[in-house]
């Protein structure tokens, strides 16, 4: 759940002026016309560079505006279908899959938990070959991140990360574009995040400093993100000269933010856990106070191109 408080504050000239840009950018050639992603495993962002994030937002920027805006018909992927396994139930994340697919001119196959048993009825690795040799990629929204890397050992297509319990980039891609469309750049901005230290998180960690974009973060004691992630993360902003701090205190966090982010206290198989986190997570809110606690930092963005 993501907060743009700066969007909603600025002037309508700010406002439109970003806005040009972002259309300009959306219909402008790629940049990164190096970059080689064609049959690559999309499970984390971690295996990304900045570069090549840069490539898949300017590319989904491009596709959105010419289908949306421009109405244009693109059957760039006709004749390719998509397996969709769904261990997790969603609504956005079946509902984008299916559409952006179709829109696209494939066609997806949408599979639950009573249409397929992740390593019961049939092994992974039968799984894994088997729907590679009837679609072209598998998308798999998951309870364990180590099937997902079962799944890329054995499938000859590529897989990709709806969600499991280390990350989400899916939707982690989808709020970076929302907020490029907002602030026409991303480059420079501080993101907060305030509540539990799980895959949304994770998937920011592993990517954020490669836009230059600074993180704070605060979570409840015993909710931290991830050791590993945190040591790597702390890595990238070393490499790219932003900042990330991790706090209990969650207007430390807010304060001097560009945007706001949160998430639910209770993910799905936390059920049994309901009570306690509800206590745990008193105060993790994004509140008006959170609000203009960011705001005490002055904060004057200059126009510039989009550089994603």
Not at 295 to 301: E, G, I
Request: hydrophobic fraction near 35%.
């Amino acid at each position: 759940m993501l907060f743009n408080l700066k969007t909603l504050l600025r002037s309508a000239a700010f406002r439109q002026g970003s806005q040009l840009a972002v259309r300009n950018f959306q219909c402008g050639k790629s940049v990164q016309s190096n970059v080689q992603l064609k049959g690559r495993h999309l499970l984390t962002l971690k295996d990304f560079t900045g570069e090549e994030i840069k490539y898949l937002l300017w590319l989904s920027a491009d596709l959105k505006h010419r289908i949306k805006q421009k109405g244009e018909y693109l059957p760039l992927l006709q004749g390719k279908s998509l397996s969709m396994i769904f261990e997790k139930r969603s609504t956005r994340t079946r509902l984008s899959t299916e559409t952006g697919f179709a829109l696209l001119g494939g066609h997806p196959c949408f599979l639950t938990t009573q249409d397929i048993h992740l390593g019961v009825n049939e092994s992974l690795t039968d799984t894994a070959r088997v729907l590679s040799s009837m679609t072209d990629a598998i998308l798999a929204r998951v309870y364990k991140h180590s099937d997902l890397d079962h799944l890329a050992k054995e499938a000859s297509v590529p897989i990709v990360n709806g969600l499991s319990e280390i990350y989400h980039p899916v939707q982690i891609l989808a709020d970076y574009l929302t907020l490029q469309e907002h602030y026409g750049y991303l480059k420079g901005l501080t993101l907060s995040w305030i509540g539990d230290g799980n895959n949304i998180l994770h998937s920011i960690m592993m990517s954020a400093a490669k836009f230059g974009m600074s993180l704070q973060v605060a979570t409840p004691k015993g909710y931290e993100p991830d050791p590993g992630i945190t040591k790597l993360a702390e890595q990238y902003a070393k490499e790219h000269g932003t900042k990330l701090s991790l706090t209990f205190d969650p207007m430390e966090a807010a304060r001097g933010s560009n945007v706001l982010i949160t998430d639910t206290w209770i993910s799905m198989g936390q059920e049994e856990e309901k009570s306690k986190r509800l206590r745990d997570f008193q105060g993790y809110q994004i509140t008006m106070k959170a609000v203009m606690v960011s705001l005490l930092t002055d904060y004057s963005p200059q126009l510039q191109k989009p550089t994603f």
